[in-house]
Structure formats: structure tokens, C-alpha cells
């Protein structure tokens, strides 16, 4: 049972355009989300979060959207970069413990062509 | 900035063999965690671990699978007597708070034959 889905395995953009990332969950437990972005090799690094009793979180060229009626976050990156190039996992927590595990989503590869 | 290390990055053993993944979480953090991935697949919660205690832990993390911190720094994933299906990269990762993000490590490839 995927409580995080991202159904987007990968996504191509164009150097300069806005890169929308999408990612849906089931559980309505969840109340904390989070995007990690992961080169080859390397562990996953963390980019943005969002709590659910926010719509919007924006960090630089990174805002995080959250939908909650219709369980839906996406992440904007814009511009995107060359170097954005990479995995990106959506993640979810429930009950605002970062001790409980979090819930990754499978990723979607982010490719910017220039 | 500090980071997560992981050792060793890549470990190649036999089926039935025990393994002991490291790691060194970031200094003031308090709350560990270890996570797989197996080829291909989404990234799995494995354990978390607080006080010195598991805190929780996934059906995946089962009686072959348990945590140590021997000491102030270390924090170890043993798998007893490895399986063909247990071959994936562990990531291991901490944080300051209960609900602060994660730090991962760049995790090791354990590869079981």
C-alpha cells in the first residue's frame, strides 16, 4: 500500500522554465511533509518541508505547496538549474514526530536539459 | 556544516554471513534512524532510535535486524545471518528534534552473494 505516491518517475525541463514536482498521499494522519533531493551516490539531502497547517512554504527558488482536501503537495522550482538535476522524494510523517518514520514516495528524476 | 558519515560504503558478503553497518550521526543530535533502499524501489523506514532506546520500527526490521549505540558517536545496523533479499543501500540519518528534517548519510551498498 503506497501512503505516498509520486506517479511521476521522471520529468524533463527546460534550463530557465518552472519544474513542478507532484506528489499525493493517502494517509490523513500525515501532518508533516518534507522534499528530499538525492544526487547518485549520496544520501538523500533535505530541501523544504511543509506543516500541514500551512498552504505554502517558499525557500528561494523552492516553494512547497500543500493541498490538504485533496491530499496533494507539489514542489516549484523556478528557474531550475543545471544542478537541480537529480531524484527528488516527497516524504510524509504523521502525529509531528520526527521520531516515527518517515514515508517516502518512489521519487521522480528531474532532468534539465539547457 | 556537519554531516552524517557512513561506513563502510560498500560491503559485499555472503548469504547467512552477519554485517555490521556504521554510522557517525551529526554530534548534538539525538534521534537516529536507519533506512534501505533497495534497487529500483522507494526509500523504507527501517528503525528509529532514541534515549537508547528503539522508538520505533518497521515490519521490515525484524529479528535478524538490531541497533547499538556503543558509545557516544557510533550508531551500528546489524543484520545476524544476511539473505539474498536483504542486498540494498542502508541510509542512516539523525536530527536535532523530534520534528526536524533529516540528515541522511550517502549510505552503504551492501551487496549479499
Known amino acids: 500500500d503506497q501512503q505516498v505516491k509520486q506517479n511521476s518517475p521522471s520529468l524533463s525541463v527546460q534550463e530557465g522554465r518552472i519544474s513542478i514536482l507532484n506528489c499525493d498521499y493517502t494517509?490523513?494522519?500525515?501532518?508533516?511533509f518534507l522534499w528530499y533531493k538525492k544526487y547518485p551516490a549520496e544520501g538523500p539531502t533535505f530541501l523544504i518541508s511543509i506543516s500541514s497547517i500551512k498552504d505554502k512554504n517558499e525557500d528561494g527558488r523552492f516553494t512547497v505547496f500543500l493541498n490538504k482536501s485533496a491530499k496533494h503537495l507539489s514542489l516549484h522550482i523556478v528557474p531550475s538549474q543545471p544542478g537541480d538535476s537529480a531524484v527528488y522524494f516527497c516524504?510524509?510523517?504523521?502525529?509531528?514526530?520526527?521520531?516515527?518514520?518517515?514515508?517516502f514516495g518512489k521519487g521522480t528524476h528531474l532532468i534539465i536539459q539547457p | 556544516e556537519p554531516e552524517v558519515t557512513q561506513t563502510p560504503s560498500h560491503q559485499v558478503t555472503q548469504m547467512g554471513q552477519e554485517v555490521i553497518l556504521r554510522c557517525v550521526p551529526i554530534s548534538n543530535h539525538l534521534y537516529f534512524y536507519w533506512y534501505r533502499q533497495i534497487l529500483g524501489q522507494k526509500v523504507e523506514f527501517l528503525v528509529s532510535?532514541?534515549?537508547?532506546?528503539?522508538?520505533?520500527k518497521s515490519e521490515i526490521f525484524d529479528d535478524q535486524f538490531s541497533v547499538e549505540r556503543p558509545d557516544g558517536s557510533n550508531f551500528t545496523l546489524k543484520i545476524r545471518s544476511t539473505k539474498l533479499e536483504d542486498s540494498a543501500m542502508y541510509f542512516c540519518?539523525?536530527?536535532?528534534?523530534?520534528?526536524?528534517?533529516?540528515?541522511f548519510g550517502n549510505g552503504t551498498r551492501l551487496t549479499v552473494t
Open positions: 540519518a539523525s536530527s536535532g528534534q523530534n520534528n526536524s528534517p533529516l540528515h
Open positions: 532510535f532514541y534515549n537508547n532506546e528503539i522508538s520505533e
Open positions: 494517509n490523513s494522519m500525515f501532518d508533516y
Open positions: 516524504a510524509a510523517s504523521a502525529m509531528g514526530g520526527g521520531a516515527d518514520g518517515l514515508t
